[in-house]
């Protein structure tokens, strides 16, 4: 059966005995699928269904990204699945500690597979997004997204917040920041409700937008406003810091906190239980959590508004040559 092993738990001879491989190659490798209750761990999930790769053929590890890509920079886990921007600064840190990093393709079949089972999109990562990668490396994509509580984020703060993300991208130091533009500003929305604020000011600036707006509850006055993001190895955390600081530079009556998290659902959970006012989420668990479907079957979250777009998502698989895996087919064939 199928092992689960939380990193931290484990050294490497210990790890390597109770999964039955090493990184080695063999059929059963350790994979790292994600923290819990995270976007990653249902994107890991299509792709093996993609695959046909059952729960006998893995031994799965629950980690943010950059725990996995610790694990696989020292021989603990075979192959790491994360949603990250492009590029990201943990892989390119397991290039340059490791030297042999190596990233897999998905198969036309299987992205044919994930295209007709979800909202995500074929995207090619190119040759030379890496120092080590020297072809193109085929994958899919969605969107990372803005959602706003709309029991806390009043009209005129959600107009402001779409604004700074707009306006003031510049003053982002980070990578992904370059997308947080106005022609990117609706990626992302599809039938999602929209939050009236962000709405007019997109309206002001030109665009176009014919999303459902959402219904505002009872606005309580507050300062403190919390943000979800990530784990700090990903994109997320770092990203979002940066964007509480915009917030907090510009916005005199309000005070942003970024917080580590298990990413897109948790957030979407904690904005629908009231304990976020702000969540980073890939736009698809977005829309399932919106329509009550697949995770959030029985948990609708009826409080949540697109806000912003914020970058495009790239799932990178990363292995290492050392582990003599080259692609997904091999595993549990």
């Known amino acids: 059966m199928k092992r689960v ?11 390597a005995l109770l999964a039955g491989c090493g990184s080695d190659g063999t059929s059963n490798p350790n994979i790292a699928i994600g923290p819990p209750a995270s976007t990653t761990q249902s994107v890991s999930q299509l792709i093996f269904d993609a695959y046909g790769i ?21 021989g603990n886990i075979d192959i790491s699945i994360g949603i990250l921007g492009l590029p990201s600064g943990s892989i390119e840190n397991l290039q340059a500690s490791s ?16 295209e007709a089972n979800s909202d995500y ?16 490396v085929n994958t899919i994509t969605a969107y990372a997204i803005l959602m706003g509580n709309t029991d806390t984020i009043g009209e005129e703060l959600g107009y402001e917040l779409a604004r700074l993300m707009v306006e003031h991208a510049e003053e982002n130091t980070h990578s992904q920041s370059a997308f947080m533009t106005l022609e990117n500003a609706l990626n992302g ?16 600036q030109g665009l176009t937008v014919d999303n459902p707006v959402a219904e ?3 606005i309580e006055e507050k300062r403190e406003f919390i943000l979800g993001t990530g784990s700090q190895g990903g994109t997320y955390y770092p990203l979002g810091g940066e964007m509480a600081t915009i917030w907090n530079r510009y916005l005199d009556d309000a005070n942003f906190t970024n917080i580590e998290t298990g ?5 979407m959970v904690s904005i629908r239980d009231g304990n976020m006012d702000l969540g980073m989420t890939v736009h698809a668990p977005a829309r399932e959590a919106v329509d009550g479907r697949g995770e959030f079957d029985g948990g609708q979250v009826e409080n949540a508004a697109f806000i912003g777009h ?23 064939n």
Not at 55 to 62: I, K, M, P
Not at 310 to 332: A, C, H, K, N
Request: aromatic content about 10%.
């Open 5 to 15: 092993f939380p990193m931290a738990t484990l050294g490497a001879a210990t790890a």
């Open 263 to 267: 990413a897109s659902i948790e957030n």
């Open 54 to 74: 059952g729960e006998d053929d893995y031994s799965t590890y629950q980690e943010g990204f950059g725990a996995a890509l610790d694990g696989v920079q020292d």
């Open 121 to 136: 999109q074929r995207f090619t990562i190119p040759s030379g997004s890496y120092e080590f990668l020297d072809e193109d």
């Open 216 to 218: 505002l509850g009872d």
């Open 99 to 114: 030297g042999d990093a190596r990233m897999l393709s998905l198969s036309d079949d299987a992205i044919e597979y994930i």
């Open 310 to 332: 914020i970058y495009p998502e790239v799932i990178q698989i990363v292995t290492r040559e050392r582990s003599g895996i080259t692609s997904l087919d091999e595993i549990g």
């Open 189 to 204: 929305a599809d039938d999602l409700p929209i939050h009236p604020g962000a709405k007019r000011y997109y309206e002001e």
